[in-house]
């Protein structure tokens, strides 16, 4: 299992990023798979998470601003984050859920994660 994230970068407040994680060795559509993110000096916390029917989980931070989506011929997971704010800036990761995981957005949740892509939101 191999996940590659890609997309991150420094936008200005109020931008626009959209992230990939390409996954390997297994099929997206069979697992749950999430979105975290880490700041400097601060816990890993989920952002966003999707399920095998398509049903999404998001953090009140992120409400009405970020969206998550998987491409099954690709094996690809997406997050489109808009409107960005500085207190965006971390680490953002996609990670997979352990099996029977349904829509949580905890650490322990997850079992196999990317290296991770930066994403800096300039004010």
């Known amino acids: 299992v191999q996940l590659v994230e890609s997309g991150g970068g420094s936008v200005e407040a109020g931008g626009s990023l959209r992230l990939s994680c390409t996954a390997s060795?297994?099929?997206?559509?069979?697992?749950?798979m999430g979105w975290f993110r880490q700041a400097p000096g601060k816990e890993r916390e989920g952002v966003i998470a999707i399920n095998t029917y398509g049903s999404t989980r998001f953090a009140d931070s992120v409400k009405g601003r970020f969206t998550i989506s998987k491409d099954r011929a690709k094996n690809t997971l997406y997050l489109q984050m808009n409107s960005l704010k500085p207190e965006d800036t971390a680490m953002y990761y996609c990670?997979?859920?352990?099996?029977?995981?349904?829509?949580?957005?905890?650490?322990?949740?997850?079992?196999?994660w990317g290296q991770g892509t930066q994403v800096t939101v300039s004010s």
């Open positions: 990670a997979r859920g352990r099996p029977g995981s349904w829509l949580l957005l905890g650490t322990e949740d997850y079992n196999y």
């Open positions: 060795g297994y099929s997206i559509s069979s697992y749950s």
